[in-house]
């Protein structure tokens, strides 16, 4: 089973920044595409960030302009930097792999990393 772990969240002031790291026990380039979800507390998790394994990547409006997804393969890490942050973004912060099987995606997650955006 693939295995991914998050770190690097963190209590940050808003309009600061982190860098939230996913380390995988896979080559991230086997699989379709690596993301970035959140989940504030009551809330849904949300997808916040994507890229293929072609490099293209996606976001969400409410994050576009602020935050970055990016990868090192040579280190299967995902990571996801996140500047001027606001209060609105703290959530629990979950890495995601879909790999291709032969009945589609399938989803592996990590185990989450708190940011939390306050004064």
């Known amino acids: 089973q693939v295995q991914l772990v998050e770190s690097g969240g963190g209590l940050v002031q808003p309009g600061g920044s982190l860098r939230l790291s996913c380390a995988a026990s896979?080559?991230?380039?086997?699989?379709?595409?690596m993301a970035w979800y959140r989940q504030a507390p009551g809330g849904r998790r949300e997808f916040v960030a994507d890229?293929?394994?072609?490099?293209?990547?996606a976001y969400a409006d409410s994050v576009k302009g602020r935050f970055t997804i990016s990868r090192d393969s040579n280190q299967n890490t995902v990571y996801l930097q996140m500047d001027s942050l606001k209060p609105e973004d703290t959530a629990v912060y979950y890495c995601?792999?879909?790999?291709?099987?032969?009945?589609?995606?399938?989803?592996?997650w990590g185990q989450g990393t708190q940011v939390t955006v306050s004064s």
């Open positions: 995601n792999a879909k790999v291709v099987g032969p009945q589609g995606l399938v989803d592996y």
């Open positions: 896979i080559s991230i380039g086997s699989a379709a595409a």
């Open positions: 890229m293929t394994r072609y490099g293209t990547t």
